[in-house]
């Protein structure tokens, strides 16, 4: 009997993937419905940019505490290993990673810092006519102005992080072979490497911080 010379290691934990999905189908819809593509109003868009800065949050904490090879310290953020991936993936031969590459870990910090931009700015930012985030009310106009401002600017960067991401899906499927896609649907990659492991409770801790942050920047108006 031939032995499986790529056995199959489970990388991606479920919380992993949940956000991985969740985020990705939020941030598309409060770009969509921003942009008056599809038809949500502004309430609807806010409740969108809501659950984006509850999904941002928690994924800065799962970073920290996950089991799996989400966590932040298992990133390749050096400059020098990128310099050597992007010459692999122009010769289209990129060795396969168990978690991010140097490219998807860059990827994954300035996706979270554009994203996390917008909903913060979102959260003082004011249509100067029905609808409006809920810290204007705390802060000065010229802050609201400048936060507007920047949130319109950054929903363009929000559009294009997207598009980079999808077309980097394709080349990694298509061009390179990696099935990036099914390991985040399964969770497993054909691979050797340290098994991750779940933290089921640590993950719905971190939901419930994350989701009762964002339920208190709503309050502090009229707390504070």
Not at 31 to 60: C, D, V, Y
Not at 80 to 109: E, F
Request: aromatic letters at 10%.
């Amino acid at each position: 009997m031939n032995k499986d010379t790529n056995p199959k290691t489970f990388v991606w934990a479920l919380p992993t993937r949940l956000f991985h999905w969740s985020f990705g189908t939020c941030i598309t819809l409060a770009f969509l419905s921003g942009e008056g593509i599809i038809p949500l109003n502004m309430e609807q868009h806010m409740w969108l940019g809501s659950a984006a800065l509850t999904l941002i949050l928690f994924r800065i904490f799962w970073g920290l505490f996950a089991g799996d090879y989400a966590r932040f310290d298992r990133f390749s953020l050096r400059l020098s290993a990128l310099s050597v991936y992007a010459a692999q993936l122009i010769k289209r031969t990129p060795p396969s990673h168990a978690g991010h590459s140097p490219a998807g870990s860059w990827s994954v910090v300035l996706i979270l810092a554009i994203t996390l931009t917008q909903s913060i700015t979102g959260l003082m930012s004011s249509d100067a006519i029905f609808t409006e985030g809920p810290l204007v009310p705390m802060v000065p106009n010229e802050i609201v102005d400048t936060a507007t401002n920047i949130h319109h600017w950054v929903s363009k960067m929000v559009l294009a992080i997207v598009v980079l991401h999808l077309l980097a899906v394709f080349y990694y499927e298509a061009i390179c072979k990696q099935q990036i896609l099914l390991a985040m649907i399964t969770g497993s990659k054909k691979l050797q490497g340290q098994t991750a492991r779940e933290r089921p409770a640590a993950a719905i801790l971190l939901a419930l911080a994350a989701g009762g942050l964002v339920w208190l920047i709503y309050l502090m108006p009229e707390i504070w």
